[in-house]
């Protein structure tokens, strides 16, 4: 079956500019997470949709959104992009109960802010 | 906070068997011990999973102490394919997943 399905795989932003960043997760998977991963500070939980709902939020500035639709896909939105929000972007999805059956990962979005 | 300790590094000679061991000491009864690996910058991958007893699967097997408190994920026959960085991670009843460092095995030919 089709994994999780991130795009675009690279993108090069300006300072200042906003960015959408997309996320299909596996077919039947209701829950997405993003993640940002950067050499200084590691893989860090973003948030989490279940349902088109937020269910669960990092500790993130509130230029960091995101939504669910329908079908599962979600969008993560960041506005006035900064030098430091250069990093790679996960996405994961999972059934629902994410403690008995894990998370899948897609292969990420590279995001450069010059 | 990661709820996670792992070493930051280990070696291990291609075809022996690789032990990372991962401290949890916080675990509460109903947390899961997951390990992924990430290779160079892709997605993070799953690998196994377990809650109190001991797991295998083809990739790995997962030894869980009786207090819970650590485990430790073996590859059997470590090949140059498995050099990567090793999560272990701890989903909370948020179901959230706490990265910590990880452990960064390097196989060695």
């Known amino acids: 079956k089709a994994g999780v399905t991130q795009t675009p795989r690279y993108l090069i932003k300006t300072r200042g500019q906003q960015v959408t960043l997309s996320c299909s997760p596996i077919?039947?998977?209701?829950?997405v997470s993003w993640y940002q991963q950067t050499p200084g500070q590691g893989l860090q939980f973003l948030f989490e949709y279940f349902s088109e709902t937020q269910r669960n939020k990092g500790n993130f500035p509130g230029r960091f959104s995101g939504r669910q639709f329908s079908n599962s896909r979600s969008e993560m939105n960041v506005s006035t992009l900064e030098l430091g929000d250069s990093a790679l972007y996960l996405c994961?999805?999972?059934?629902?109960?994410?403690?008995?059956?894990?998370?899948?990962f897609g292969s990420g979005t590279r995001l450069t802010v010059v | 906070d990661a709820k996670t300790t792992q070493p930051p590094s280990m070696d291990c000679a291609e075809g022996r068997a690789a032990n990372l061991p991962c401290n949890h000491s916080t675990i509460s009864g109903n947390e899961y011990v997951y390990w992924y690996r990430q290779i160079h910058s892709q997605g993070p991958q799953y690998i196994i999973h377990?809650?109190?007893n001991n797991e295998t699967n083809e990739m790995a097997s997962l030894i869980i102490t009786e207090d819970r408190k650590s485990s430790t994920l073996i590859l059997p026959h470590a090949t140059l394919r498995d050099t990567a960085v090793y999560y272990c991670?701890?989903?909370?009843?948020?179901?959230?997943?706490?990265f910590g460092t990880g452990t960064r095995l390097t196989v060695i030919p």
């Open positions: 991670i701890v989903i909370t009843g948020a179901n959230n997943l706490f």
């Open positions: 077919s039947g998977h209701r829950s």
């Open positions: 377990g809650l109190k």
């Open positions: 994961a999805s999972s059934h629902g109960s994410q403690r008995s059956y894990g998370y899948t």
